[in-house]
């Protein structure tokens, strides 16, 4: 049975629906009335398109679930200062006439609220079991149009040097670890700034002087797309995540007084989706286990790290288990897919089953196409097409038992923006390196048939693969480099103990 809702109907709306909860329920926003007028544009702008998105959803969870339907047209969300604009209810579905068709803009936030959410925990802190069961279809998230907080930051030293010179704004100066999205030290000098986790603080590079106690703005943000804490069983199709400050999709866990971590995300689907100019990331996997990312596009993700899928949880009680990325096409992002495992803990048994397979990577603006770090408990990264990268085609860093298989890496090394060509002094299709820093190396690692080609005609010294490591048993054998010229490196570069791993079988065409 279909129930037409309107904002200003909702009293007989709930009314019928506590009549009708045997019943599979669809609510439905019109534009035009009941009565099928004219819709007012002028009328309609008076009320709160967010209360009456929010009224059906509710509506419907109410009833023991249903489906929000919403037409054709462009919807004006508000988010107040403790408010998202959009919570999302268990068993509830949210299906728009399709992402180009359906329009949800955000104007106005509270600079810490996402546009739309589910946390089971808010609204309903006794809640007893988290937000479960919910689908997103057929409508596109634009948060082009949200606040930004503009920050003033004084520098403690000087740049005295014209150049990218580093410096750093340091956390304690009122600028959190997951706010800063962006340094401005000047008129037309946008600087992406990154978290630097073993000081504390921000980097920022800086095109020109600037004297000690020298003022730059920071824009402070912490907005996603949509946020998912601790949701259970969600899935997202044909949806549209465009212009958020941070993240496209963030996804982690509930926080319960006394204990630092509670429910984590399980058993979410993100396929068939576009995510464009997200500035941090596409997607953000904090704390997540079961999570299907396919079929999806992710294009101008430029921000830092700026790329379309990070794994990066923040302590070994947190989850990454059984992550598939898969059959994904990225397209001018600042780096590509990301297992940022550096917090995961030495043996975590929280971090195993993450695939990386059949995605196509176009042109990274400024680091690798595919990172593994520190991941101790074994990946996946297979069938992958990466294609002029900046820096690295897969950088593998501190991790062990990583099964690299029937990648092929074209030109890499390409330094393409941000004047970093300097910077890459060597680059490869595929690099294995320990970290000296945690005293992680890499062992037990799988090289193998991976096609290399077109290393030629860079500033950079290249190498096909690139193995440097004091590790043990890993096997880098049958890869192949073609089209390679002989003048830039070679085809596989070892430093360090080449006799405690197998080499060989390797080629070059």
């Not at 926003?29 to 509710?58: C, H, M, W």
């Not at 929280?350 to 408990?377: C, D, H, K, M, P």
Request: glycine share 10%; hydrophobic share 35%.
């Amino acid at each position: 049975m279909t129930w037409n809702v309107e904002a200003s109907s909702t009293d007989r709306c709930y009314s019928a629906v506590r009549c009708i909860a045997f019943l599979s329920v669809i609510f439905i926003i019109f534009q035009p009335s009941l009565r099928g007028q004219t819709f007012n544009p002028a009328a309609y702008q008076a009320q709160s398109k967010t209360a009456g998105i929010q009224e059906a959803v509710d509506a419907a969870a109410k009833a023991g679930g249903g489906t929000v339907q919403i037409p054709a047209g462009t919807f004006v969300l508000h988010a107040t200062a403790g408010r998202p604009a959009i919570v999302l209810r268990s068993r509830v579905s949210v299906v728009g006439a399709g992402a180009d068709n359906t329009i949800l803009k955000l104007e106005g936030n509270s600079k810490t609220f996402p546009a739309v959410m589910a946390n089971q925990n808010y609204g309903n802190p006794d809640a007893a079991e988290p937000d479960h069961d919910i689908t997103l279809e057929g409508f596109t998230i634009d948060v082009a149009a949200s606040d930004q907080v503009v920050r003033e930051i004084q520098l403690a030293a000087a740049i005295p040097v014209a150049g990218e010179q580093e410096a750093f704004l340091n956390s304690m100066q009122g600028v959190t670890i997951d706010s800063v999205l962006r340094v401005d030290p000047g008129p037309n000098e946008e600087i992406v700034p990154a978290f630097k986790a073993s000081t504390g603080s921000f980097r920022a590079f800086f095109l020109r002087t600037h004297p000690a106690g020298a003022k730059v703005v920071v824009l402070v943000t912490r907005l996603h797309g949509l946020t998912l804490v601790g949701a259970h069983n969600v899935t997202l199709q044909n949806v549209t995540i465009q212009n958020a400050p941070m993240d496209g999709i963030y996804l982690t866990n509930t926080v319960t007084p006394g204990a630092m971590y509670h429910t984590y995300c399980q058993r979410i689907s993100v396929r068939h989706c576009n995510f464009v100019a997200c500035h941090r990331n596409g997607i953000s996997v904090i704390d997540a286990e079961d999570v299907t990312i396919a079929d999806n596009n992710f294009r101008d993700i430029t921000g830092d790290p700026g790329s379309p899928v990070d794994i990066e949880p923040n302590s070994p009680e947190q989850h990454g288990n059984r992550i598939s990325i898969a059959n994904n096409h990225v397209e001018r992002c600042f780096r590509g897919i990301s297992l940022s495992l550096q917090f995961s803990g030495p043996t975590s048994e929280n971090f195993r089953g993450e695939t990386v397979s059949g995605n196509t990577i176009e042109g990274t603006l400024y680091g690798w196409g595919i990172y593994v770090l520190w991941q101790q408990a074994g990946a996946i990264v297979s069938g992958n097409t990466i294609g002029r990268p900046a820096g690295d085609g897969i950088l593998v860093v501190g991790s062990s038992h990583i099964q690299v298989t029937n990648n092929t890496i074209v030109d890499p090394g390409r330094c393409h923006t941000h004047g970093n060509c300097s910077k890459v002094a060597t680059a490869a299709g595929i690099r294995l390196m320990d970290d000296p820093h945690r005293q992680r190396p890499v062992n037990e690692n799988t090289i193998t048939g991976n096609i290399i080609k077109d290393i030629q005609d860079t500033p950079s010294l290249l190498y096909g693969i690139d193995f440097s490591s004091a590790g043990k048993g890993n096997s880098i054998q049958r890869n192949v480099v073609s089209r390679f010229d002989p003048r830039q490196g070679m085809v596989v570069h070892v430093t360090g103990k080449a006799g405690s791993n197998t080499i060989s079988g390797n080629s070059k065409q």
